[in-house]
């Protein structure tokens, strides 16, 4: 594997769970595969369970680590071509990248979305100068269009708490003050389409995700008709992706917040969020601290996610 953005690197998807679940019981098992090899950890912006996951299954795997906090440290990177560098960026990435590319033996990014420019985001500019310029493996720890260690992570959990062999998994989208990617709900929707899963999101109308990700999913306007029968809800705010709203806040109708009486319309279902969340908006206390809530475990499957991805990298070298 020499690229991780999105489900289809993963190639047989049942073959990628399996080795999630055997990782899982040797996390130790492979640390030969890393020796004396280090994974450069990118970061343009805030992290909590990117920045510890992605550390701790590079050491599992023997390697060593190195994180790069971009604007904190570190020189600010200019990125367009042709800029006259005037401003308060000291240094462009086109100098960067292969400078990092020296230092290391595998790449991680994360570079939101900025909602300046929908073509500069949705080309994934940013990732794929690090994947021209830097010689070195890419994988993206969140970047303009995707965040595929979340999604494998979070497949990873419905598979093992799933009860049924083909569960009704929802996402829905739920407020926030602050205009979001579309990162998440892309990746979890690409994951998701390929899953043995009956997947369903629903959001407001002007919501709608970027065909690419969203391809044949069903997509439900009442929320409450997604949610009957839902095994699993997967709560996510997103901006706006069509044009001409793109990075537009359309809503912050909070009857779309994940309730109590919202979950009681599900099978159940188990309650999912990437976190960090914001509660009372996205959801509520009582409902993120239910027993249905797999915030938590979903968090600690990112280890395992980014275990077998750096480890099929490392095989790949
Ligand atoms: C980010 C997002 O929604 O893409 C990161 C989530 C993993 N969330 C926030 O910025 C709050
Ligand atoms: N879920 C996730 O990627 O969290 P961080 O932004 O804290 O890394």
Request: overall charge neutral.
């Amino acid at each position: 594997m020499r690229t991780f953005t999105n489900v289809k690197d993963l190639g047989d998807l049942k073959a990628a769970i399996a080795e999630a679940m055997e990782v899982k019981k040797n996390r130790f098992g492979y640390k030969k595969l890393g020796e004396n090899k280090t994974a450069l950890l990118v970061f343009f912006n805030s992290s909590l369970r990117t920045r510890l996951s992605t550390q701790k299954a590079a050491m599992n795997l023997g390697m060593n680590t190195m994180v790069l906090d971009i604007n904190q440290g570190a020189w600010k990177l200019e990125t367009e071509r042709g800029v006259v560098m005037d401003g308060d960026k000291s240094e462009h990435l086109l100098e960067a990248v292969p400078v990092m590319g020296n230092f290391c033996d595998i790449i991680g990014v994360r570079s939101f979305a900025r909602f300046e420019d929908k073509k500069f985001d949705y080309e994934e500019t940013i990732l794929n100068q690090f994947i021209r310029l830097s010689g070195k493996p890419v994988f993206s720890m969140e970047s303009g269009t995707v965040h595929p260690l979340q999604a494998f992570a979070d497949l990873i959990t419905i598979e093992e708490y799933k009860k049924k062999d083909r569960p009704k998994v929802v996402l829905t989208w739920a407020p926030h003050p602050r205009a979001l990617p579309q990162a998440v709900p892309n990746s979890f929707a690409d994951f998701m389409n390929e899953a043995d899963v009956e997947f369903v999101i629903t959001h407001p109308h002007g919501y709608e995700l970027a065909p690419q990700f969203a391809r044949n999913a069903k997509v439900e306007y009442d929320q409450d008709k997604a949610l009957a029968g839902a095994d699993f809800v997967y709560a996510k705010n997103w901006a706006a992706y069509a044009d001409p709203n793109y990075g537009k806040i359309l809503s912050k109708d909070m009857s779309w917040t994940v309730t109590t009486e919202k979950m009681a319309l599900t099978n159940n279902a188990y309650f999912m969020h990437c976190l960090p969340v914001r509660r009372n908006m996205i959801v509520t206390d009582d409902v993120i601290e239910s027993p249905q809530s797999l915030v938590i475990q979903e968090a600690a499957n990112r280890e395992i996610s980014a275990q077998v991805v750096i480890k099929r990298i490392l095989e790949s070298l």
